[in-house]
């Protein structure tokens, strides 16, 4: 399966604990995308990456967020200090540069329980 | 207001039904627009782009209309298969070209 990969597929975790969540995007994409969503919501942006460099940050991401992408091919989240109200599915997507640009494929998600 | 809204329904349609969807936007300098399709506890997936001139795959015809600013899915000859929730995406200059805005969603059942 070349698609989007995201690990571990559920995370529970009490609160106050840290998280990391990994992608592993389609190879050959080097636009990289990670997405909150909650029940009954869209997903909601959180941060952009173009090979390595993080180029976008959504103004709601608190500073206990952060996100790498060192080589230009997997990226980590990690949430540190975890709320409850980060409960939610956390989705990965790539997208390659060029035509196509802005269709995105998105892995399968995490979906975080911060009990 | 939201960027994007949508109608989250949820539309409950017999088998063969004709339904639509609509999705309005706020920003009046917005160029790209999909369709994605996110079954229940799966990842949205592409669907359609919706283009100026309206665009059709089978039995789904996008359109968009600048002056109202919206665009619109409409799904025809509805097959149990097409239940799952229908996201808009709105692509917008002011941020990145990369920052997609999704809709809530519109949730779609077909009956038998």
């Known amino acids: 399966d070349t698609g989007v990969s995201q690990d571990p597929r559920h995370k529970i975790t009490k609160r106050g604990q840290n998280v990391t969540f990994r992608c592993d995007p389609i190879s050959e994409h080097n636009r990289l995308y990670w997405y909150r969503q909650t029940l009954g919501q869209g997903p909601e942006f959180l941060t952009y990456f173009q090979n390595e460099a993080q180029l976008e940050k959504s103004r709601l991401l608190s500073d206990r967020f952060s996100a790498e992408r060192p080589k230009g091919s997997f990226s980590t989240l990690e949430i540190q200090r975890t709320e409850q109200g980060d409960s939610a599915m956390y989705l990965c997507?790539?997208?390659?540069?060029?035509?196509?640009?802005?269709?995105?494929?998105f892995g399968s998600g995490t979906q975080l329980s911060v009990l | 207001r939201k960027e994007v809204e949508q109608d989250p329904g949820p539309f409950n349609v017999p088998e063969g039904a004709t339904v639509a969807f609509n999705c309005t936007y706020s920003?009046?300098?917005?160029?790209?627009f999909f369709w994605y399709r996110q079954d229940c506890r799966k990842e949205p997936k592409l669907l359609m782009s919706v283009y100026s001139s309206g665009n059709e795959d089978g039995r789904f015809t996008a359109q968009l209309n600048r002056a109202s600013q919206y665009i619109s899915l409409l799904i025809r000859d509805s097959k149990l298969s097409d239940s799952a929730t229908y996201l808009c995406v709105v692509i917008a200059p002011s941020g990145s070209a990369r920052q997609l805005t999704f809709g809530s969603g519109t949730q779609l059942t077909v009956l038998p």
């Open positions: 920003n009046s300098a917005s160029q790209s």
């Open positions: 997507a790539s997208s390659p540069s060029g035509t196509g640009s802005e269709k995105l494929f």
